[in-house]
């Protein structure tokens, strides 16, 4: 089960830092991944990180400006995002690979666990 949470209204260039609480799998053992969803847009890959959180990789549209890191002693991913912008409004996803020590896939069906989402909505 994962378990977002952070999301908000913030202005145009301001931050916020989304969480997501895992339990029921060895979170440690699985890469993670964070996706979004704007109104009338297909579900997008944002960012994903190794089981260790030793590797990431980032969306072109957020480079720079997001940072995916986990805690394993926490069970928890989070997405820190500075610089926000309008078109980073979205809903928010955290997702967990099927396969243990997989990892990086920016595909969402190659994803097996989601939450239920949380918005962000920023304001120009």
């Known amino acids: 089960q994962l378990v977002e949470s952070g999301g908000g209204l913030v202005q145009a260039g301001g931050s916020l830092r989304l969480s997501c609480a895992a339990s029921g799998r060895t979170f440690s053992n699985y890469g993670m991944g964070w996706f979004r969803q704007a109104p009338g847009r297909e579900r997008e890959f944002v960012a994903a990180?190794?089981?260790?959180?030793?590797?990431?990789v980032y969306a072109n549209s957020v480079k720079g400006r997001f940072t995916i890191s986990r805690d394993n002693a926490k069970n928890t991913v989070y997405l820190q995002m500075y610089n926000l912008k309008p078109e980073d409004t979205a809903v928010y996803y955290c997702?967990?690979?099927?396969?243990?020590?997989?990892?990086?896939?920016?595909?969402?069906?190659?994803?097996?666990?989601w939450g239920q989402g949380t918005q962000v909505t920023v304001s120009s």
């Open positions: 997702a967990t690979q099927p396969h243990p020590y997989g990892w990086g896939s920016q595909y969402s069906n190659e994803y097996d666990g």
């Open positions: 990180i190794s089981w260790s959180g030793g590797s990431t």
